[in-house]
């Protein structure tokens, strides 16, 4: 089962313009990771916020975590046409020990140049 | 590039025959993870290893099992192939338990005629 689901599902902008998607989770969580994956191959981890944090910026990458009400965002800000990709939240749960992840459904990106 | 590498990147199996799906994890990383991930969906656990020992399974059958080698490479077999199993599979290796990143490999996509 899935922990999270994620909204929009797709997602089509221009290049330059900023996308924004969110992620909502069910469970207490030790971190929230955001991961890109580009035409079914591997995902390429993004971004990690942990339990205790409230916003987290990398480079043109913003997140926002907000455990009172179990949601995420991740906002791309000026796309490009490269952003192309579906991008996924992923939740390590607080009773589980070690990492192991509970992914939501995924939004896909289309970013038109 | 993350260092992991799977292998075979694309299988066709007919229903009722077993697969085994490799993967080699990044240079000292003793935790690898496997995940499902079925078209249009997210990842979903399948089992983790941690010194070639399992630790923790989500929720899949017992005809999934894995290895973890001492050289913390490792395998996914899975008996009695059903049309359901079509999906890409992902390992995902991280240093250690602890550790709160996990690197993907490109995954192998699995066919089940």
């Known amino acids: 089962s899935q922990q999270g689901e994620e909204d929009p599902q797709a997602l089509s902008i221009q290049e330059g313009e900023n996308a924004t998607m969110n992620c909502s989770y069910k469970?207490?969580?030790?971190?929230l990771q955001w991961y890109r994956q580009n035409s079914g191959r591997g995902l390429v981890h993004l971004i990690l916020i942990r339990s205790n944090e409230r916003e987290k910026h990398s480079g043109r990458l913003r997140v926002t975590l907000d455990t009172s009400k179990k949601s995420s965002s991740l906002l791309i800000t000026a796309s490009r046409a490269a952003d192309t990709a579906s991008y996924f939240c992923?939740?390590?749960?607080?009773?589980?020990?070690?990492?192991?992840?509970?992914f939501g459904g995924g939004t896909r990106v289309l970013v038109k140049p | 590039e993350t260092g992991v590498t799977q292998s075979p990147t694309h299988l066709i199996k007919t229903r009722g025959q077993q697969v085994t799906l490799r993967c080699s994890s990044q240079?000292?990383?003793?935790?690898v993870s496997w995940y499902q991930q079925a078209l249009g969906q997210g990842p979903q656990f399948i089992f983790q290893?941690?010194?070639?020992?399992?630790?923790g399974r989500g929720n899949f059958p017992p005809r999934f099992s894995g290895l973890q080698f001492p050289n913390y490479s490792s395998e996914l077999n899975v008996n009695a192939l059903e049309l359901d199993d079509s999906a890409l599979y992902l390992c995902a290796s991280s240093l250690s338990l602890e550790q709160e990143t996990q690197y993907f490999g490109p995954g192998t996509r699995l066919l089940v005629l």
């Open positions: 469970t207490s969580i030790n971190n």
């Open positions: 240079s000292g990383h003793n935790t």
């Open positions: 992923a939740t390590d749960a607080r009773e589980a020990a070690g990492n192991k992840l509970t």
């Open positions: 290893y941690y010194r070639e020992e399992e630790n």
